[in-house]
T-cell receptor, first 111, second 114 residues
Framework: GDSVTQMEGPVTLSEEAFLTINCTYT??????LFWYVQYPGEGLQLLLK?????DKGSNKGFEATYRKETTSFHLEKGSVQVSDSAVYFC??????????FGTGTRLLVSP | SQTIHQWPATLVQPVGSPLSLECTVE??????LYWYRQAAGRGLQLLFY??????ISSEVPQNLSASRPQDRQFILSSKKLLLSDSGFYLC?????????????FGEGSRLTVL
């Protein structure tokens, strides 16, 4: 069945460092891909998405490119801030509003 | 604006006891509603979804059930909890008829079964 694999966390970075969180997927066809973020004490919220191969989703300085050749959707940010500390979830859509999520990767950014 | 609330935020229950988690959405009508669970070391798993009052679809067989007694109310229940029911439960909603993949989540309920 469809699945999403994320890198294990926590990822610990200093402020202004470059961030990469890896995400790969297994699916039939070319599903839409998403990154959700959960800040402390809050619910998950959509960060960015890509609906077809080679699309780049971007928001709040974060980017991810849909790579069908490597079945990947890695999340990147050029310079992280303390306020980016959160748990990041990669997901794919496998049917009407049905999302398959990865395990989540916790990011800790120190000043 | 739309808001989603779920409670309780934290729950510790003995094995064999009943469970009721409640979720309500405000500021919208006829939302699609969802219950997800994250068990330790696993991704968020879709448990139930509902497209209308009294309409519940189950994604995985389990010890839990869901009900939608009102348009914007979604309840997750169990008659007898198992240890394996421990986890983080998230309620979510999306606008009726939309298929963007964007869900709006509540803050979650952490259940520990002892």
């Amino acid at each position: 069945g469809d699945s999403v694999t994320q890198m294990e966390g926590p990822v610990t970075l200093s402020e202004e460092a470059f961030l990469t969180i890896n995400c790969t997927y297994t699916a039939t066809g070319y599903p839409s891909l998403f990154w959700y973020v959960q800040y402390p004490g809050e619910g998950l919220q959509l960060l960015l998405k890509a609906t077809k191969a080679d699309d780049k989703g971007s928001n709040k300085g974060f980017e991810a490119t849909y790579r069908k050749e490597t079945t990947s959707f890695h999340l990147e940010k050029g310079s992280v801030q303390v306020s980016d500390s959160a748990v990041y979830f990669c997901a794919l859509r496998r049917g009407f509003q049905k999302l398959v999520f990865g395990t989540g990767t916790r990011l800790l950014v120190s000043p | 604006s739309q808001t989603i609330h779920q409670w309780p935020a934290t729950l510790v229950q003995p094995v064999g006891s009943p469970l009721s988690l409640e979720c309500t959405v405000e500021g919208t009508s006829n939302p699609n509603l969802y219950w997800y669970r994250q068990a330790a070391g696993r991704g968020l798993q879709l448990l139930f979804y509902s497209v209308g009052i009294g309409q519940i679809s189950s994604e995985v067989p389990q010890n839990l059930s869901a009900s939608r007694p009102q348009d914007r109310q979604f309840i997750l229940s169990s008659k007898k909890l198992l240890l394996s029911d421990s986890g983080f439960y998230l309620c979510a909603w999306s606008p009726m008829g939309e298929d963007t993949g964007e869900l709006f989540f509540g803050e979650g309920s952490r259940l520990t079964v002892l």
